[in-house]
């Protein structure tokens, strides 16, 4: 199977399963639209090649350092709870939710950076891809940027396709129901924080 077709595959495989990235890429996108979707998912994306550039260049080693992840770890739950309450405020705000509303612009595009850029997993991952294709045979730097580059358009597409489904299905949601999908976005955004909070501790003890 050509290198290019198995990092879509791949890319696909990583995006899809449910996390902080995809529920708050939903809610999003039931808020604010099609464009919201984009934004944010593109801030994923750039997230997702500096850190990529970052095991190119070398970097990778800083994943066995423990200060550095429990750093980047306290950051990514610090994100997570801010994202939890900022949807749990919906709850109580008595926020419109307009069904034509449309909007893409760094409101969407930072945090798609920032909540991927505090989640150490995304770098071990990218070292763990590229460590195991240097340790190949057939390794070399084509092999890897195809890998890479399969992965990367993996993953927009299923962010295109999602974000394609939410656009088509705003229609149905009403007011009361997009606050309930906030609240259980927000339950699930902070139960992430309580987790990776957790295994912080579990390092000191």
Known sequence: ???LIEGVLLGLSVAA???PTNIELIRRGLKSGFGACIAFALGVEVALVIYLV???????????????????SGFGVLVLFYLGFS???VLFSGESFDV?????????????IVLTLTNPAVLLFWS?????????KDFNLGTSLSLSGGILIGVS???????ALLHGGRRWITPQVFRIISAIA???LIGFGLSFGYQIIQLFF
């Not at 260049?57 to 800083?62: D, E, Q």
């Not at 763990?128 to 190949?136: D, H, K, L, S």
């Open 157 to 163: 597409l299923w962010f295109v396709m999602l974000s």
């Open 100 to 112: 034509n509303t449309e909007t893409q612009d760094s409101r969407h595009f930072v945090p798609g």
């Open 186 to 188: 927000a339950l699930v």
């Open 17 to 19: 399963p449910v996390g």
């Open 128 to 136: 763990g891809i590229i460590g195991a294709n240097v340790a190949t």
């Open 1 to 3: 199977m050509p290198t």
């Open 54 to 72: 970052a095991v190119f260049a070398g970097l990778s080693f800083v994943t066995d350092v423990v200060w550095f992840n429990t750093l980047l």
């Open 87 to 89: 949807n749990i405020k």
